[in-house]
């Protein structure tokens, strides 16, 4: 971690660990959550037993739910919504919320910009601190897993319904579900010591494997032109799986790290030196520190009104990209040689590949089924952007004029003459798909409000760029304990300027053999980062 920050030029303290040993710290958690339990980031149903709403664990990673008995030793929260409304000074409105206040004027909602003034954190941390980390995509369960390695206590919650991973998401479709389909990431290349050492204990574990088939450019009419792509690895299972395997580290062995399922954080406030978080009206806990692992609207609706004003500008700063993807499965083989292409010339297609690998077979059960047909396609940023419609609710005819549009255009880049028929389609639109612009910096964090962010477009726009931001997050965070909370000298991150970034439209592919990248329209060398 502290290598980390020593490449990008950070100036804090580095440090092995946490000098003092931790002990355990309940987490309190409203009874309204209803988590999923995820096998290999495959959607199961949980199994309910005899006493036990929820059933026990379907497998080795399932989202977790304390009990009440967790809070046994701490304040109530009605209690503590009672000392809170007691010690309101700011009024109702965005300073007032900040301060204590239960929610905001109604008839108003403060996701403007106009943050929140600066909130301080200042009562002592415990001897175990505790970080809420918001958003269960590879950077924030990287971090989690590297807080809790550190002895400090981390809670991720997640948003998604059948399991984690933000954009390492995979789909299963078809009968049985042998229809493999990564759509969010379609694999990642290492070429920074500190990431490809975490790519080789994923491989070790059998989550990974090296990419097969080749990866190229594909321009019109079928021209196709090979690249290396020697150090590119995709997930076993799909990419969701491996932030499953992540998620399953875990257990009896570290229970100082947790994750929820399915959870909406709709609300942060500070109060009294805990911040408290909401899940709509419902009460979550608190917690020391808070990570922001996700971005776009919604978290800039959470930032604004929080009191971590800079925190909330760099945010708003962040410009993101719209990229469609259609799955779809072919009756027949393409007549291609290739795994995975970038498409050149095209107005409507950026990308074309196969590259999802399937779970293994059960022991004893059949074979999985041949999955090379399955296609993952996305759109061109351009297109996206025109193309683009609320993403909670796509229109059928806006679905099928996408469908018609990129199965055309994959006509067109391939040269094949027709089509073969396909047997299934899938549409989906990730409206805040890749960050445009980037500060370059492995993390933010705020030290005197003790928020802090960390995510792909720290750094670029890749698997390892949210690795390598989750890494320097929980290291900066450790850091900031070791001095006691001392918040002099800790905030980084804050006045880092934006500059534009330069990549594919699905994310960026340098290898370690060229690790520069362009950023502000500039080349400079930087740990290479990919997605």
Known sequence: ????????????????????????????????LQPRPVLLGRPVAPKPTQGSA??????????????????????????SDERGRRSEKGGTGAQGLANGARSPPKGRKNNNRDPADQKVANSALPETPSVAIIGGGISGLTCAKRLSELGIRATVFDTGKHGVGGRMATRYLGVNGAAVFDHGCQYFTASDPSFEELVREWRDEGTVVPLAGSIGTLTAGGRFEEQDSSAAYV??????????????????????????????????????????LWKNDKELGQWDMVVIAHNGKCANQLLVPSGAPEVARQMMRLKLNSIWSLLVKFETLLPV???????GGNDVL?????????????????????????????????????????????PAAKSEQVTADMLKALQTATGIAKLPKATLTRTQLWGAALPLNTPN?????DAQARVGMCGDWLLGSSVQAACLSGLGMADHIAAYCDKGGDAT?????????????????IGSFPSSKDAKQKVGGKEKAIPAVSR
């Not at 440090?15 to 003092?20: D, G, N, V």
């Not at 977790?64 to 304040?75: L, T």
Request: net charge positive; with cysteine.
């Open 1 to 32: 971690g502290a290598s980390v920050w020593a490449r990008f030029g950070g100036q804090r303290a580095g440090h092995a660990s946490l000098s003092r040993s931790r002990g355990a710290l309940g987490v309190a958690c409203g009874e309204e």
């Open 54 to 79: 929820e059933g026990k664990p379907v497998s080795k990673f399932t989202f977790q739910k304390p009990s009440r008995e967790s809070i046994s030793a701490r304040e109530s929260p009605r209690a």
């Open 235 to 276: 997930g076993v299972g799909g990419m969701r799986a491996l932030c499953a395997n992540i998620a399953a580290k875990r257990g009896a062995k570290n229970n100082r790290f947790e994750v929820f399922g399915d959870c909406w954080v709709s609300r942060m406030q500070l109060d009294k030196g805990k911040w408290r």
């Open 337 to 343: 040689q290739f795994a995975g292409a970038f498409v």
């Open 350 to 394: 950026s990308w074309a590949g196969r590259l999802a690998v399937p779970p293994p077979s059960p022991k004893g059960g059949p074979e999985a089924s041949n999955t090379s047909e399955c296609w993952s396609l996305f759109s061109t940023a351009t297109y996206g952007k025109s193309n683009k419609v609320p993403q909670e609710a796509v």
């Open 441 to 445: 910096v492995p993390c933010i964090f």
């Open 489 to 505: 000298g800790m905030s980084v991150g804050l006045q880092a300027p934006m500059v534009r970034f330069q990549g594919a439209d």
